[in-house]
């Protein structure tokens, strides 16, 4: 049981390009979410999946776009990366509609943008 | 909407020293609270939360902490802190969204450092 994985572990681009970063999750969780990470801010969602086939916007989405592509599986895209977009971004996922329900976290991905 | 202060961001203790990370919370609703370690270069992992019942709640590995409504406050403590305790500590709030859906409202993080 790996929990949550993410891949890669780190990145560097260079302003304008795209990529997509990979999140699974093998604990058979409705919800996932993407935060990111940034000193001295804490962590900030950009964009959450209650279930497969949903997603919505969290409190930074602008220049991000997401795909739940069933249910183990929640990826985040950047089309044009920005130098503000470096940053540790993290997945997560969570099991039950029970409220207080544990999230539980990826190891993280490490992305510069120059 | 819900917001949670950590007004601490570095606090260094000596070994074997108590230690307490503050945090307040604000929230119109009745809320779920959480305490989560990040070691370095490493993911979130939960130390504890309260849900509702006791006010105070424990870890295994001898953290507590206690839920205080009137103050709107949630502080982590550890009588007798190990090397082992560096991380970054971040409190969170729950906020339902839809249809049983909940998201994490995140402080700012406590670096706690122990120093031999």
């Known amino acids: 049981n790996a929990g949550v994985t993410q891949t890669p572990k780190f990145q560097v681009l260079k302003t304008g390009q795209s990529m997509t970063l990979q999140c699974a999750q093998d604990?058979?969780?409705?919800?996932m979410y993407w935060y990111r990470q940034d000193p001295g801010m804490g962590l900030r969602l950009i964009y959450y999946?209650?279930?497969?086939?949903?997603?919505d916007k969290g409190e930074v989405p602008n220049g991000y776009n997401v795909s739940r592509l069933n249910k183990r599986e929640f990826s985040l895209r950047l089309e044009s990366a920005a130098p503000s977009q470096t940053s540790v971004y993290f997945c997560?996922?969570?099991?039950?509609?029970?409220?207080?329900?544990?999230?539980?976290f990826g190891p993280g991905t490490r992305l510069t943008v120059l | 909407a819900q917001s949670v202060t950590q007004l601490d961001s570095q606090v260094p203790v000596f070994e074997e020293a108590p230690v307490e990370l503050r945090c307040n919370y604000s929230?119109?609703?009745?809320?779920?609270l959480f305490w989560y370690v990040q070691y370095p270069n490493q993911g979130l992992q939960l130390l504890l939360k309260?849900?509702?019942?006791?006010?105070l709640v424990k870890s295994i590995n001898g953290f507590e902490a206690e839920f205080n409504k009137s103050q709107t406050s949630f502080h982590l403590r550890k009588p007798s802190v190990h090397i082992s305790d560096t991380a970054e500590y971040f409190c969170?709030?729950?906020?339902?969204?839809?249809?049983?859906?909940?998201?994490?409202?995140f402080g700012t993080g406590t670096r706690l450092t122990i120093i031999p």
């Open positions: 997560a996922s969570r099991g039950g509609l029970a409220g207080g329900d544990t999230q539980y």
């Open positions: 929230s119109s609703v009745s809320v779920y």
């Open positions: 309260y849900l509702s019942g006791s006010t």
């Open positions: 999946s209650a279930s497969e086939g949903t997603t």
């Open positions: 969170a709030v729950s906020q339902t969204l839809n249809f049983g859906n909940e998201k994490l409202t």
């Open positions: 604990m058979n969780h409705n919800s």
